[in-house]
């Protein structure tokens, strides 16, 4: 065994048709193929998904903590962005 | 042998090589190099154990003497299981593991392929489950093989070596005995020559691809089929059996 850690995947799991795969976790893996497969024996044991994405973390572009300020904060103040001054009609469901 | 009893005695067997290699893997839980693969074998195994609680059940109905899984599983003697002699066989270092795996995987795989095709209902529906599953362990194990092979020149000579001390236990799943035999007329059970044939180019097919050398066909080891076990066998039964046999009927 060599002391060299596997690459790190980030998984993400689709849980049913029509909704979108969300984060589940990280796992390591030496190729996409075994990442995959470990995907599959740790994040969908208990029937959690139909579908699986794995992306190698180090290839994922990522916001700077640092810079979060300027990233975010801008969009405190801009309440008009949300759409909250419309009546809701009655009986509408899923909003 | 009557097809009745041919019937039990096949189906009781299916359940012994489905529980020898769930425990056999059972004994490495905690013990494998990295934690993804570790999961991945525990379930591995739990699948094999849950297939055999199916089999040994089905043949407790069909024994009709009120023996359930457990009687099968923790209340026979080591001379009353029927595994391949393989399956038994300790396991190793890791590239030995995966390649007894996929040895009998290719082999597991294309059995339950056919017996969802059998005149047993019963039978045809829990393959249909396993087939699934084995599909999936075969997939997962052969990646791992040709890994190993097509790896460092040392995870070649090793998983090499793995192949041909195992291979002398492979003909012992093709070798048709009266079972077989009465299953195959009786049940349109499976074709062991034709699946062996198969067999055969699947893994002619890995080991090529994962650069190793397929051991030509010498003498072969048999008789777990029968019961004459190597003695591999009684230590693993001695530690499954543990418990049901110092605290009887225990349950928790």
């Not at chain 1, 994040?43 to 998904?49: F, K, L, M, N, V």
């Amino acid at each position: 065994m060599s002391d060299k850690e596997w690459p790190l995947y980030e998984v993400f799991i689709r849980s049913k048709s029509g909704l979108s795969h969300r984060h589940a976790g990280s796992i390591h893996a030496a190729d996409d193929q075994m990442a995959l497969d470990a995907a599959r024996d740790t994040y969908t044991r208990r029937q959690e998904g139909v579908s699986i994405w794995v992306v190698r973390s180090s290839e994922i572009v990522a916001s700077d903590p640092a810079e979060s300020a300027a990233f975010f904060e801008p969009a405190e103040d801009k309440i008009y962005r949300h759409p909250t001054f419309y009546e809701m009609p009655e009986g509408v469901e899923n909003l | 042998m009557n097809d009745k009893q041919a019937l039990l005695a096949y189906v009781s067997r299916l359940g012994d090589n489905a529980l020898i290699l769930g425990q056999r893997m059972v004994e490495v839980v905690a013990g494998y190099p990295e934690l993804e693969e570790e999961l991945a074998n525990a379930n591995f195994a739990l699948d094999y154990i849950g297939q055999a609680r199916m089999f040994y059940a089905y043949a407790g109905e069909l024994e009709g003497k009120g023996r359930g899984e457990d009687d099968f599983a923790y209340l026979r003697e080591e001379n009353e299981f029927r595994n391949f002699l393989l399956i038994e066989q300790a396991n190793g270092h890791f590239g030995d593991s995966i390649t007894k795996l996929v040895l009998f995987d290719a082999f597991y795989l294309l059995l339950l392929e056919a017996l969802t095709q059998c005149g047993d209902l019963r039978i045809a529906e829990i393959a249909a489950r396993a087939e699934k599953e084995i599909r999936y362990h075969l997939r997962h194990n052969t990646q791992w093989l040709i890994r190993l092979g097509d790896g460092t020149d040392e995870s070649h000579e090793r998983v090499q070596a793995s192949i041909d001390n195992l291979w002398q236990y492979t003909g012992e799943m093709f070798a048709v005995d009266e079972t077989d035999e009465r299953f195959a007329n009786s049940f349109n059970g499976p074709d062991l020559d034709a699946i062996r044939t198969e067999w055969q180019a699947n893994i002619k097919a890995i080991l090529d691809e994962a650069t190793l050398r397929m051991p030509e066909d010498a003498w072969m080891a048999s008789g777990g089929k029968q019961g004459r076990h190597t003695e591999q066998l009684g230590y693993l039964i001695a530690e499954m059996q543990y418990l049901q046999r110092t605290y009887p009927g225990a349950n928790w």
